[in-house]
């Protein structure tokens, strides 16, 4: 499924899910807020994960303070506040500031952790020229199950170049997924496949995959960076496991490309 919100200032819901979690499992919003702008969170049986896509905040949490900067998702690494059920979180803003939230449910106590620009994991994917290029992009993993064992979540983001695809070639896994697509203008647009659909992607859109391979592409001249959360099934954590649409595998070849321009 997917969806559009026009946010306006304080928490946008996206999804509420002791309404209907859309087969994520996870409350999802976008937290807009303005300077002088004070937003507590503390939820008695949710984990709370906080990513700043732009802004600069003051984030506070178990006597902890920082102070977090960033211009927007597309010339900064972000930061992003993890912290167990029932510990307070305190959001500051110094300026116009936009902030991704996602929970679930976890009965595990652990100490919070905040990921920062230096510790943000980058992957470059589709970089060393496979189909010419055209999936080439930056996968950033805040924390997974490699890194955070103790959360019921996963949150990261990618860089999705102009013109180009990722998510790619098509792929599933049976953990439900969202993706909260920001765009470098805020007309920018693209595609994205999920669930058996065709969607237009645009600024401060969202799916939700319950099922189902899914791949996005977006405009050429239009930078697209998409948050991407996956909550792990009770047993059955995600652990980077993708399953490759097999239609689709023959694309791995190193030479999947070369008969274009043969002869």
Not at 215 to 226: L, R
């Amino acid at each position: 499924m997917y969806f559009n919100r026009k946010p306006q200032r304080g928490y946008n819901v996206y999804i509420d899910a002791d309404k209907d979690d859309l087969g994520t499992q996870m409350d999802v919003g976008l937290l807009v807020m303005e300077p002088g702008d004070v937003y507590l969170i503390e939820e008695p049986e949710k984990e709370t994960a906080v990513l700043l896509f732009e802004g600069r905040v003051t984030l506070k949490w178990a006597e902890q303070t920082v102070e977090a900067d960033r211009p927007d998702t597309f010339h900064r690494e972000g930061y992003c506040l993890l912290c167990p059920r029932g510990i307070a979180i305190r959001i500051e803003a110094h300026a116009h500031s936009e902030l991704f939230v996602q929970q679930t449910k976890n009965a595990r106590d652990y100490e919070p952790v905040l990921y920062t620009p230096e510790t943000v994991q980058v992957q470059h994917a589709g970089a060393n020229g496979e189909l010419m290029g055209a999936m080439r992009r930056e996968i950033k993993t805040f924390f997974d199950y490699e890194n955070a064992p103790f959360s019921n979540m996963v949150l990261g983001e990618v860089l999705n170049f102009p013109g180009r695809w990722s998510s790619y070639p098509p792929h599933h896994h049976p953990q439900p997924e969202v993706y909260f697509y920001r765009f470098d203008h805020p007309q920018g647009f693209g595609a994205g496949f999920s669930n058996g659909e065709i969607y237009k992607t645009e600024h401060n859109g969202m799916a939700t995959i319950a099922h189902g391979f899914h791949s996005q592409v977006c405009a050429p001249g239009y930078a697209m960076c998409y948050a991407w959360g996956i909550r792990h099934l009770d047993g059955d954590p995600w652990k980077k496991t993708r399953i490759d649409d097999p239609e689709h595998s023959w694309l791995w070849k190193p030479d999947a490309n070369e008969h274009i321009f043969q002869g």
